[in-house]
């Protein structure tokens, strides 16, 4: 796993979308609480199903995303900003979502942004495993210039075409369990 143990990169592996968004509102919404920014890159029905778990902690969903401090990009979309032949273009990506974080952080010096991602499942979903691979590298790079703790969910259905577990496993710092342990305790 992951060397950097300053760094918190985790890989939720969900059955079932209810799972994942339970663990991913108890991430986000822990953070929000604390005052650390979130970004969410998920689909849209994720991102509904996550804004309705932070409603259901007592968030104000719609005036964290007024102030900046909640940020909710489209998945597709954001892959499709640095996607160039099937393969993710380290500059690119390092702009995108290192313009995304550093939005989120408004400039507050010393903050540190919670993010959830779900780019490498669609890549994994559309049959490119290596681009998969890359995208997560580049996030643990993106880590030397940026503050966040990232966790990034796969559905473990897509892991029955031969995929290498280990490997994805071997680009994160935590795998998270459906009870959500494994998640920073604060």
């Known amino acids: 796993m992951s060397t950097d143990a300053g760094h918190f990169h985790a890989v939720r592996f969900y059955e079932d979308s209810d799972s994942l968004c339970r663990i991913v509102g108890e991430f986000i919404g822990k953070g929000l609480e604390q ?20 409603r259901a902690r007592g968030l ?4 964290l995303k007024r102030l900046g401090d909640y940020v909710t990009v489209d998945a597709r979309e954001t892959l499709a900003m640095f996607m160039i032949d099937a393969l ?4 690119a990506f390092r ?29 994994w979903k559309d049959g490119l495993e290596a681009a ?7 996030w643990n790079e993106l880590a030397n210039a940026h503050r966040f ?14 995929a290498a577990l280990e490997e994805i496993k ?4 935590h795998v998270v369990a459906d009870t959500g342990r494994g998640l920073p305790v604060q």
């Open 60 to 63: 104000d969903v719609e005036a």
């Open 88 to 91: 993710p273009n380290a500059r």
């Open 149 to 162: 703790k990232l966790l990034c969910g796969y559905s473990m259905g897509n892991f029955y075409k031969g």
């Open 95 to 123: 702009y995108t979502l290192g313009e995304t974080i550093r939005l989120a952080s408004r400039g507050r010096e010393n903050v540190t942004v919670r993010a959830y991602g779900e780019m490498v499942d669609l890549l």
């Open 35 to 54: 005052g650390e920014p979130a970004v969410v890159i998920a689909t849209p029905a994720h991102t509904a199903a996550i804004d309705e778990c932070l």
């Open 132 to 138: 998969a691979i890359r995208l997560e590298t580049f």
């Open 170 to 173: 071997g680009q994160h710092s």
